[in-house]
């Protein structure tokens, strides 16, 4: 059984930093992308990044510069760190894992919020 598990959400100010953790259990690190991605209230879920176990990324163009998908294949968990952050940030931020023999699994989500 697939598992996600996210740390690191929270209340911040504009122009501050948050770094989330999801760790994945169940499956092996090597075969899987993880990454993130986020829903603020009253939209659909977006692509936040994404990384292979290899070392492959997908970052949503308007987040380079600020967000940086990092992950640990050794530990089996992906990150996101995210510098300067802005009020449209706020969002619930979603792990996501697929492999291609499970599919797609998702955490529970972790709230963001950047607010002064």
């Known amino acids: 059984q697939v598992q996600l598990v996210e740390s690191g959400g929270g209340l911040v100010q504009p122009g501050g930093s948050l770094k989330l953790s999801c760790k994945a259990s169940g499956i092996k690190s090597s075969t899987t992308v993880m990454g993130w991605y986020r829903q603020a209230p009253g939209k659909q879920r977006d692509l936040v990044a994404t990384?292979?176990?290899?070392?492959?990324?997908n970052l949503q163009d308007s987040l380079k510069g600020r967000f940086t998908i990092s992950r640990d294949n050794a530990a089996n968990t992906v990150y996101l760190q995210m510098n300067n952050l802005m009020p449209e940030d706020t969002a619930l931020y979603y792990c996501?894992?697929?492999?291609?023999?499970?599919?797609?699994?998702w955490g529970r989500g972790t709230q963001v919020t950047v607010s002064s």
């Open positions: 996501y894992l697929w492999a291609s023999t499970v599919g797609v699994y």
């Open positions: 990384m292979t176990a290899l070392g492959g990324t």
